[in-house]
């Protein structure tokens, strides 16, 4: 199993320095970007949830993309702990694309894909670090985005 995930983590890598400087404006951009490497996967690694992180300058400017989870058939544990670690080691991250598979096809969120979201949504809020989107995608290119069907707002000012 090992061995498997560190041929995605490569795959990440290669896409990684072939697309550091890219624009990332929209989500259907964002949900090509995850098929490609999904794409080049082994059936094996694709049939599991894996769960991206997109880090964007102010310009939206592709500056990393990560793998934050490799889960099993039907989920991916994320945690902010792990998700904002990169934007501070890094630097310069301004706002983040989260995305993640659904071997199944179906890409209607679930229950536990809008509550995480949420919660890693207000992290990012207390960090200064945005995140504009989160994208499902199906290994047939279908996808869902977050912020195309309003389930994901700007952030929210405290009112005092």
């Given at each position: 199993?090992?061995?498997?995930?560190?041929?995605?983590?490569?795959?990440?890598?290669?896409?990684?320095?072939?697309?550091?400087g890219?624009?990332?404006?929209?989500?259907?951009?964002?949900?090509?970007?995850?098929?490609?490497?999904?794409?080049?996967?082994?059936?094996?690694?694709?049939?599991?949830?894996?769960?991206f992180?997109?880090?964007?300058?102010?310009?939206?400017?592709?500056?990393?993309?990560?793998?934050?989870?490799?889960?099993?058939?039907?989920?991916?544990?994320?945690?902010?702990?792990?998700?904002?670690?990169?934007?501070?080691?890094?630097?310069?991250?301004?706002?983040?694309?989260?995305?993640?598979?659904?071997?199944?096809?179906?890409?209607?969120?679930?229950?536990?894909?809008?509550?995480?979201?949420?919660?890693?949504?207000?992290?990012?809020d207390?960090?200064?670090?945005?995140?504009?989107?989160?994208?499902?995608?199906?290994?047939?290119?279908?996808?869902?985005?977050?912020?195309?069907?309003?389930?994901?707002?700007?952030?929210?000012?405290?009112?005092?």
């Open positions: 199993m090992m061995v498997r995930n560190r041929r995605v983590c490569e795959i990440v890598k290669k896409y990684n320095t072939e697309n550091v890219s624009v990332l404006n929209n989500p259907e951009m964002v949900a090509k970007m995850i098929k490609s490497i999904l794409d080049g996967m082994e059936k094996q690694d694709r049939d599991k949830e894996i769960f992180a997109i880090g964007l300058d102010v310009r939206l400017k592709i500056k990393y993309i990560e793998i934050v989870s490799i889960g099993g058939l039907n989920s991916a544990l994320v945690s902010p702990r792990e998700l904002f670690r990169t934007p501070f080691i890094k630097g310069g991250i301004a706002q983040l694309i989260i995305a993640h598979n659904h071997p199944s096809g179906d890409t209607t969120p679930s229950e536990d894909d809008i509550l995480t979201t949420h919660k890693i949504k207000k992290a990012g207390l960090l200064n670090i945005s995140i504009i989107d989160h994208i499902i995608v199906a290994i047939d290119g279908k996808f869902f985005s977050f912020k195309a069907n309003k389930l994901i707002k700007e952030k929210e000012e405290c009112n005092e």
